[in-house]
């Protein structure tokens, strides 16, 4: 079992930035891969940055330039920095993990909400 839990969330206005933090625990030593996702309402739930346990990082498009993942291996932590921040990024961001190096994220955190006025 893996436990999943984020934090960092809240209200910004446009052009501000946040960063999210993630931390998983428990059965943790096959983790390979961990994302953010996210989802806004009406919308289905979307990929925003994965790191891989080596480091290799993978953005959305929509985010690419203003967002930046990073990872603590031996913390087994995750953050996202989000810089210039546009009222379209508003949604619930969740941290995924994959913890067998399966390629599948099997782990997911219970969402903290991000909310960006214009």
């Known amino acids: 079992q893996v436990e999943v839990v984020e934090s960092g969330g809240g209200l910004v206005q446009a052009g501000e930035s946040l960063k999210l933090t993630c931390a998983a625990s428990?059965?943790?030593?096959?983790?390979?891969?961990m994302a953010w996702y996210r989802q806004a309402p009406g919308n289905e739930r979307e990929l925003v940055a994965s790191?891989?346990?080596?480091?290799?990082?993978n953005y959305a498009d929509s985010v690419k330039g203003r967002f930046t993942i990073s990872r603590d291996t031996l913390r087994n932590t995750i953050y996202l920095q989000m810089n210039n921040l546009k009222p379209e990024d508003t949604a619930v961001y969740y941290c995924?993990?994959?913890?067998?190096?399966?390629?599948?994220?099997?782990?997911w955190g219970q969402g903290t909400q991000v909310t960006v006025s214009s």
């Open positions: 995924a993990v994959d913890s067998l190096g399966s390629h599948e994220f099997d782990y």
């Open positions: 790191v891989t346990k080596v480091g290799s990082t």
């Open positions: 428990g059965s943790v030593n096959s983790i390979n891969t």
